[in-house]
């Protein structure tokens, strides 16, 4: 057994990303996101018709974000010292759903915020990854973090005892993402959820529940 782990997420978690992407975009590519589309098939239009890209399209667009514009991203508000004082408590790994040949220019971004941790990086559902992690690691409790209520199912039906926080520290989306139901918690800044994860650590495993449906929200 070894100390307490934290796997978190990046984009919406530990740094903003839809709010430069849809930046980029318009002043690039004549593009408009609208974030108040839930997926990006009808999300993202062409300025000039209002007709929606193609699946095709939006993927290079992603790709190209994160190949030249990841110096746009800034931390969300209170993560960065929120990470510098759980890491007393624990360890601390990003899972990161990019592609492999980004992997290491996400560790340089983040540590140009002064977040220096392992970045693990990942395509589809978390919960797998997590497991293999969690396994290699053996924590006393391990506690995981992320904006996308897919992953927090994922962790719940692949990885057992794990703590699950929904968290989207974007301001501008966050009100119009519903709770996860699979989560133990919502938290969206991170005062709160600091002192939240602080205390899961403290209890040690998340007990078994499949799904988690009562946990609680605090804004």
């Given at each position: 057994m070894t100390r307490?782990?934290?796997?978190?997420?990046?984009?919406e978690v530990l740094l903003h990303m839809v709010v430069p992407f849809r930046q980029w975009l318009d002043e690039a590519h004549d593009v408009h996101f609208d974030m108040r589309e839930r997926g990006f098939g009808e999300a993202l239009r062409h300025k000039d018709s209002g007709q929606p890209l193609e699946r095709a399209a939006v993927w290079e667009l992603l790709l190209g974000f994160f190949e030249t514009?990841?110096?746009?991203?800034m931390p969300i508000a209170g993560a960065v010292e929120a990470l510098h004082r759980l890491s007393?408590?624990?360890?601390i790994v990003v899972l990161t759903n990019i592609t492999e040949r980004h992997q290491q220019a996400r560790a340089r971004q983040l540590a140009s915020h002064g977040l220096h941790l392992p970045v693990?990086?990942?395509q589809g559902?978390?919960?797998?990854?997590?497991?293999?992690i969690v396994a290699e690691r053996r924590p006393s409790v391990a506690l995981f973090i992320d904006d996308l209520a897919e992953h927090h199912h994922s962790v719940a039906t692949h990885a057992a005892g794990i703590w699950r926080l929904h968290l989207v520290g974007?301001?501008?989306i966050a009100a119009q993402v519903p709770p996860a139901p699979y989560a133990h918690a919502r938290i969206d800044n991170w005062t709160a959820a600091e002192q939240w994860i602080?205390?899961?650590l403290a209890e040690g495993p998340a007990?078994?529940?499949?799904?988690?449906?009562?946990?609680?929200?605090?804004?």
């Amino acid at each position: 057994m070894t100390r307490p782990l934290i796997i978190t997420d990046c984009d919406e978690v530990l740094l903003h990303m839809v709010v430069p992407f849809r930046q980029w975009l318009d002043e690039a590519h004549d593009v408009h996101f609208d974030m108040r589309e839930r997926g990006f098939g009808e999300a993202l239009r062409h300025k000039d018709s209002g007709q929606p890209l193609e699946r095709a399209a939006v993927w290079e667009l992603l790709l190209g974000f994160f190949e030249t514009e990841m110096h746009r991203q800034m931390p969300i508000a209170g993560a960065v010292e929120a990470l510098h004082r759980l890491s007393d408590i624990a360890d601390i790994v990003v899972l990161t759903n990019i592609t492999e040949r980004h992997q290491q220019a996400r560790a340089r971004q983040l540590a140009s915020h002064g977040l220096h941790l392992p970045v693990q990086w990942n395509q589809g559902g978390k919960g797998r990854p997590l497991a293999a992690i969690v396994a290699e690691r053996r924590p006393s409790v391990a506690l995981f973090i992320d904006d996308l209520a897919e992953h927090h199912h994922s962790v719940a039906t692949h990885a057992a005892g794990i703590w699950r926080l929904h968290l989207v520290g974007e301001p501008e989306i966050a009100a119009q993402v519903p709770p996860a139901p699979y989560a133990h918690a919502r938290i969206d800044n991170w005062t709160a959820a600091e002192q939240w994860i602080t205390q899961r650590l403290a209890e040690g495993p998340a007990p078994d529940d499949l799904p988690a449906t009562h946990g609680a929200t605090i804004a």
